[in-house]
């Protein structure tokens, strides 16, 4: 089955760290651009990061800037978000999202269930 | 950043009806626009990308089209399975930005 989930949510503390991580299977991960995409409560959709098949390419919106990571090991299928200096306003719902690039294309055609990441003291 | 705006918000739709959202950007996006559907919690769903390509396996109900700026979902005979929240999504440039959300409620 194509399918991506999601771990590694959870309570983290104002300043805190959190390391999320996306599991992929069914479909030849190496091959795929990857995104990490996020949802405040009762909010909209936001992407946060995605990477390059190889990894040579990240990317991240201002906000996550030089607190966030990601990266991707193809050995397991896998890509993970690292997330340091967490803040409240990071409270949100975590999708881990597979990225459709053919012919200049740049959506989101596979989603995890999401993982919820709550920042709060 | 491209900013895209949707409207309206939320609408108050029956089963059957025609339900029409619109979505606009801050800038040209050269049909650079998809739509997702979402239903409270669950993953968003791939709809239409390309602004008017129905991705595989979506019923020939939901459409899309629209150029420059302006862009438009229409679900033609509105279902009880469609009640749910809708963003459109540029990819014109990154960052990748969404739509406030549309959200399809019982009328």
């Known amino acids: 089955e194509v399918q991506l989930v999601e771990s590694g949510g959870g309570l983290v503390q104002p300043g805190g760290s959190l390391r999320l991580s996306c599991a992929a299977s069914g479909f030849t991960f190496r091959n795929y651009w990857m995104s990490w995409v996020r949802q405040a409560p009762g909010k909209g959709l936001e992407g946060v990061a995605n990477?390059?098949?190889?990894?040579?390419?990240?990317y991240y919106v201002d906000s996550v800037e030089g607190r966030y990571t990601i990266s991707r090991d193809n050995a397991k299928n896998s890509f993970y978000l690292q997330m340091n200096s967490l803040r409240a306003e990071d409270t949100a719902v975590y999708y881990c999202?597979?990225?459709?690039?053919?012919?200049?294309?740049?959506?989101?055609?596979?989603w995890g269930r999401g993982t919820l990441v709550t920042v709060s003291s | 950043d491209i900013q895209m705006t949707q409207s309206p918000s939320s609408l108050s739709a029956s089963v059957g009806d025609r339900v029409t959202i619109t979505c606009r950007a801050s800038?040209?996006?050269?049909?650079?626009l998809a739509w997702y559907q979402q239903k409270p919690g669950k993953a968003p769903k791939l709809l239409v990308y390309a602004a008017s390509r129905l991705e595989s396996g979506v019923p020939s109900r939901f459409s899309g089209s629209g150029s420059g700026t302006d862009y438009t979902l229409i679900i033609s005979s509105l279902q009880p399975e469609d009640f749910a929240t809708y963003y459109c999504q540029q990819y014109y440039s990154t960052p990748l930005t969404f739509g406030g959300g549309t959200k399809v409620e019982t009328k």
């Open positions: 800038q040209g996006i050269s049909n650079s």
């Open positions: 990477i390059k098949q190889d990894g040579s390419e990240k």
């Open positions: 999202a597979r990225l459709r690039t053919n012919y200049g294309d740049w959506y989101f055609d596979l």
